[in-house]
């Protein structure tokens, strides 16, 4: 399970040192695409293959479907890790969730989110003032 949250800088060549307790968990290959609310998503091919074998049943014939479908699978990339433990992003990825020199990777359970420090910290200020009515929603769902 991806928990924890951590601070790492990107290198002007888009490299970024994944941290170790995640790169355990992802496995050699993990791949890396557009995320919600502006940040990317780090899947192990195993979470990876759950994900995209729910696509397999939804319906194309509605457009909500192809939308989230599309966005995950067009910029999907799988990628390795060199002899220091870090991952190339690529460059459309890393302008669409305009990460610069300082990201964070947040684990979130079955994935890791890669976010810019200051998106990030906008983002976390808002969960925490509206967390608990979520959390009644939620608690539907989880009995």
């Excluded at 091919?45 to 509605?62: G, H, I």
């Excluded at 190339?88 to 979130?108: C, M, N, Q, W, Y």
Aim: hydrophobic fraction near 40%.
């Amino acid at each position: 399970m991806m928990t924890g949250t951590y601070y790492h800088t990107v290198e002007s060549s888009g490299r970024v040192s994944v941290p170790v307790k995640f790169r355990e968990l992802l496995g050699e290959h993990p791949i890396i695409t557009k995320g919600f609310d502006g940040c990317l998503f780090l899947f192990s091919q195993a979470e990876w293959q759950k994900l995209t074998s729910s696509f397999e049943n939804a319906s194309v014939m509605k457009k909500a479907n192809r939308d989230v479908v599309r966005s995950f699978a067009y910029s999907a990339h799988v990628v390795s890790f060199d002899e220091t433990g870090r991952v190339l992003i690529p460059d459309h990825l890393r302008a669409s969730a305009t990460l610069e020199k300082s990201v964070v990777f947040a684990g979130a359970f079955s994935r890791v989110e890669i976010w810019n420090e200051k998106s990030y910290a906008e983002y976390v200020e808002k969960l925490e003032k509206t967390v608990e009515s979520s959390a009644e929603s939620f608690e539907e769902v989880y009995e």
